[in-house]
């Protein structure tokens, strides 16, 4: 693992991710690698030619210039770690997220957090300063011999379902991402059956193939997953029809869901052709939860 300690131009970045109106990412890279994220199709970082997961970039003037640009920009929500995870374990050793939200904190911003960590728990307290504070945390339940090479340094999905309880036990507003959801690779039913009491918000994201990170995943799961299962996946993203059925057909599983454990519950899928838009409304009016 490389680790580079920079310097960068700037805290705050605009962003049109619908969940806040500035981004913040304290690292760049990131030490889980998880092989099917999205972050390392981004042009910087395949300009790097770097493997994925095998270098983090500190920029440790962050929160100096945070609390400079602070004194001219007033940012109505902070997203934390649209690039990144802000919580992976080099945190424990440069606490710039930590710096981060206390400066936050001490401006009254409120803060969006999306991690799969559950080094998060040790934060939580720091947290609580503000209602509009909110945690979107990736849970998903995987057979291990599946979770293991798609996701070699994550938690496992029992140690993450700790960390969603102590999320609820601290009262921080909460909303559990389901993704990548790979289709028939995962079970919706199988991942709900598992989630602890008190959740009231989930969110189900569908594996995005767009950049050609298919053929690579599949290559990866080949020698742990039925050959029939990987030929069914081919299909439904080589072909628009099975792929719009199988996303009509979540969308009904998802309104079964909501009756049946009363979640709020979204379904995020990209356009085909598009890796990502800002059309994807995280959290729309009331009453509209698709
Ligand atoms: S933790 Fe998030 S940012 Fe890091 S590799 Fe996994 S998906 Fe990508």
Redesign the pocket.
């Known amino acids: 693992m490389e680790i580079n300690r920079i310097k960068t131009q700037r805290a705050l970045a605009p962003t049109q991710i619908s969940l806040a109106d500035y981004v913040i990412n304290p690292y760049r890279g990131?030490s889980?690698?998880?092989r099917?994220?999205?972050?390392r199709f981004n042009k910087n970082v395949v300009r790097r030619k770097q493997a994925?997961?095998e270098f983090v970039d500190v920029k440790e003037n962050l929160p100096l210039l945070l609390e400079q640009e602070l004194k001219d920009i007033s940012p109505k929500r902070v997203l934390l770690g649209s690039?990144?995870?802000v919580f992976?374990p080099e945190e424990e050793r440069f606490r710039l997220t930590s710096k981060i939200i206390k400066i936050l904190a001490k401006n009254t911003i409120p803060v969006v957090i999306l991690t799969?960590?559950p080094l998060i728990e040790k934060y939580l307290p720091l947290l609580c300063y503000s209602l509009k504070n909110k945690i979107y945390f990736t849970f998903i339940k995987r057979p291990l011999k599946i979770s293991q090479p798609l996701?070699p340094k994550?938690a496992s999905w029992q140690r993450r379902r700790k960390t969603l309880k102590a999320i609820i036990k601290a009262g921080i507003s909460l909303r559990v991402h389901i993704g990548p959801f790979i289709p028939f690779l995962d079970n919706l039913d199988e991942v709900l059956k598992v989630m602890p009491e008190g959740i009231r918000e989930i969110e189900v994201e569908i594996f995005n193939p767009y950049l050609g990170n298919w053929p690579e995943l599949r290559k990866i799961l080949t020698p742990f997953a039925d050959a029939p299962l990987l030929q069914n996946i081919d299909i439904l993203y080589s072909q628009k029809q099975p792929y719009n059925e199988f996303c009509q057909e979540l969308k009904y599983s998802l309104e079964r869901v909501k009756k049946r454990y009363g979640f709020s519950c979204r379904l995020l899928i990209c356009p085909r052709s598009k890796f990502y838009t800002p059309d994807i409304i995280y959290e729309p009016p009331a009453g509209n939860p698709f």
């Open positions: 990131c889980l690698g998880c099917f994220c999205y972050v994925w997961g690039t990144t995870e992976m799969r960590s996701e994550s």
